[in-house]
């Protein structure tokens, strides 16, 4: 069965500083990965998907995250942390069972961004 | 613009009493989701409907219950045999399984 492990709850970095969010999978398929980000209160919105073309994906706001099957990961990286950055990041798996598919989510990591 | 819509935003229940979250969404998407979500918890899969009038339940399916009627709606209820049922619920489409999900901004419901 697939699974989606987040290395981390909680990840504290100053602005200006690399952002780094781990995420590991488990696929018995080529899986479909995915990040989203939500902030307080909100739905989730998409950073980036691999969907098993180019192995690094860039998303949005300066986002980007690499596919390594060897290391079944997919973490999640910015160079430079901004404020607006803060929020809750949710790394997230295809899952097909019986002819259904589904995404199947990590616990979520929450960045909190410091001056 | 399109997108998905739930409703309320915020929802009290009182004990034994049925609760139904509304969730639209104008994408013309064939895939609908309703997720649980709870602090530390991430997502937790309800119900999901791969087409209309057809749905299956996901991971915590007990103590709730959805039609799917229309392509358009996909509304949830929260039953009196759902015990524990505080916490934020968010409604999600893709236009195919395995394709991105787009999520609507949530319906908090609460006991009174």
């Known amino acids: 069965a697939q699974s989606v492990t987040q290395l981390g709850s909680h990840v504290s970095v100053s602005e200006g500083a690399l952002v780094l969010l781990r995420c590991n999978y488990s696929?018995?398929?080529?899986?479909?990965l995915f990040w989203y980000v939500q902030y307080p209160n909100q739905g989730l919105q998409l950073l980036l998907k691999?969907?098993?073309?180019?192995?690094l994906v860039k998303g949005i706001n300066g986002f980007e995250a690499e596919f390594k099957k060897s290391e079944t990961s997919f973490h999640l990286t910015k160079p430079s942390a901004h404020m607006s950055d803060a929020a809750e990041y949710f790394c997230a798996v295809s899952s097909s069972s019986g002819g259904y598919n589904k995404l199947i989510f990590g616990a979520g990591t929450r960045l909190a961004v410091h001056p | 613009d399109g997108g998905i819509t739930q409703s309320p935003k915020y929802l009290f229940r009182k004990e034994g009493q049925n609760v139904t979250l509304s969730c639209e969404q104008n994408?013309?998407?064939?895939?609908m989701y309703w997720y649980r979500q709870d602090p530390g918890q991430g997502l937790r899969l309800i119900y999901y409907s791969q087409i209309v009038n057809d749905f299956q339940k996901g991971d915590i399916a007990e103590g709730y219950s959805v039609s799917r009627e229309k392509k358009e709606s996909f509304p949830l209820t929260v039953t009196s045999a759902q015990k524990n049922p505080t916490a934020f619920y968010l409604c999600?489409?893709?236009?195919?399984?395995?394709?991105?999900?787009?999520f609507g901004d949530g319906t908090r419901l609460s006991i009174l």
């Open positions: 691999y969907t098993s073309a180019a192995t």
């Open positions: 999600a489409s893709s236009k195919q399984p395995y394709q991105p999900q787009h």
């Open positions: 696929s018995s398929v080529p899986p479909y």
């Open positions: 994408l013309n998407h064939d895939a």
